[in-house]
């Protein structure tokens, strides 16, 4: 649970990247470059939007297993449920019976959706048995993110299309886990589906468009924040275990969740990572843990991320109480700026000031994106139209952990470093019990050696 030097030539040397994962083959296809360079508009079809109905269609039915009964994988299983006719939750796995009960019993009292005793596993295990089940079409990946890569992973290796909570990894390890997974799911013609919502808007998507074909010139810069109050956390109880405390207390646990500018953050970082079409040369960042009760998390980061031809985004993320709010996203163009949030706001506008372009609430209402989410889901799979966003979520993801570990380390950090990087967080074994590396309180000290303990 101790932070790797990552950073010396001889740990990035001694590491071998898989052939076609270090360097993303990336959002925007071949096919539409030649588009662009004359002058013609692409249609959101070309550019990959996805169709935004209210209700998937009808078909045969779906069977899915929740891996991960907490508040977001029980709000997932209900989204899945409130997606289209003739589906069904089959199967449960989770660690803690508390948690399986409740989730199981919100199933079966709001949709009469009742899953028997004998499918509801529990253990650090129990998702190899829900990936032996022949009749679980689906799994929902909603464990708290450490466990991500090796869930997807078996999930792809069994067969089953997936839907996959953002994030998808805490370090590099899990991210290039994930990649290379992806890669097989398509392979498959498996459908992936992942959290980052935004993705699943439409209001984002029609701007989206906007920008690819022109509306603010060429993208120079971009900024992202997510700055909110404190969040959720659990104190260790006398009869809790140090491993049940840190999955009990998850989101604050560096090595479980990979800090809040993975878990929130990666909304923001991902648009921008959408819109601009490009990864980052380098991260240079700062953050601190001033006001957070548990774990061992910051509060607040701030990155400075690096592109090809001088551009910049700036990346914000807090969770303080009594600071100023702010959920959005700006990119910023030769001709004018792109102004993003969930907040039913999205609008293009010139450096003047003067209106271009703003999304049609009235006429054109956007859906609730979790629910979105899993509308696409089914969609996707019922209809033939395979989709799959782990790929995209994995690179957003690393920019997330790059810019994460330029605010731990105080050090300027590229992303072939961070692709190539042997860092990864957590036990190797898992088991209740005690974790004689954690330590409580104990955060990373900017310009401290990172090969150095924690």
């Not at 468009?209 to 924040?225: C, K, L, Y």
């Not at 659990?234 to 878990?263: A, Q, T, V």
């Amino acid at each position: 649970m101790k932070r790797r030097n990552f950073l010396s030539n001889s740990a990035i040397l001694s590491v071998s990247v898989p052939l076609g994962i270090a360097t993303p083959a990336f959002i925007s296809s071949c096919s539409t470059e030649g588009k662009k360079e004359s002058g013609k508009k692409y249609t959101p079809e070309e550019l990959g939007t996805f169709s935004f109905v209210d209700i998937a269609p009808d078909g045969d039915p779906l069977k899915a297993a929740l891996i991960g009964c907490g508040d977001r994988g029980t709000g997932a299983a209900i989204q899945f449920l409130e997606s289209g006719p003739n589906i069904s939750i089959v199967a449960l796995a989770d660690l803690f019976s508390d948690r399986m009960d409740t989730c199981r019993k919100i199933l079966a009292d709001r949709f009469s959706n009742n899953v028997e005793d004998s499918r509801c596993l529990l253990g650090f295990d129990a998702y190899k048995k829900i990936m032996e089940m022949q009749d679980v079409d689906i799994v929902l990946l909603c464990t708290p993110t450490h466990f991500r890569p090796e869930h997807f992973k078996a999930a792809v290796e069994a067969g089953k299309h997936i839907f996959m909570e953002k994030p998808c990894a805490v370090d590099p390890v899990g991210i290039r886990t994930v990649i290379a997974a992806s890669k097989v799911a398509t392979s498959k013609g498996l459908t992936v589906i992942t959290g980052n919502q935004r993705r699943h808007r439409r209001d984002y998507w029609d701007a989206y468009v906007q920008v690819r074909n022109g509306i603010i010139g060429d993208i120079i810069s971009a900024t992202s924040h997510w700055n909110q109050g404190a969040w959720w956390n659990k104190k260790h109880r006398p009869e809790w275990s140090d491993m049940e405390y840190c999955i009990r207390n998850w989101f604050n646990i560096k090595w479980l969740s990979g800090d809040h500018i993975l878990d929130q953050g990666i909304h923001n970082i991902d648009v921008v990572t959408w819109f601009m079409g490009e990864m980052p040369l380098r991260a240079v960042g700062f953050g601190g843990r001033a006001r957070r009760l548990t774990g061992d998390i910051y509060d607040f980061f701030s990155v400075d991320y690096y592109y090809n031809n001088n551009k910049r985004m700036l990346h914000t993320a807090r969770q303080i109480d009594g600071c100023d709010g702010n959920v959005s996203e700006q990119v910023m163009g030769t001709k004018g700026i792109a102004q993003l949030n969930d907040r039913g706001e999205i609008k293009i506008l010139d450096w003047n000031g003067n209106l271009l372009w703003e999304y049609d609430y009235e006429n054109k209402p956007v859906n609730n994106p979790y629910n979105q989410e899993h509308i696409h889901l089914v969609e996707s799979i019922r209809m033939g139209k395979k989709i799959n966003q782990a790929e995209d979520l994995a690179y957003s993801n690393m920019v997330a952990i790059m810019g994460r570990e330029a605010a731990y380390t105080g050090k300027a950090i590229s992303w072939d470093e961070i692709m190539a990087s042997p860092l990864r967080y957590g036990p190797e074994h898992y088991e209740m019990g005690p974790l004689p590396d954690y330590q409580e309180g104990v955060v990373p000290v900017p310009g401290k050696d990172p090969s150095a303990p924690m």
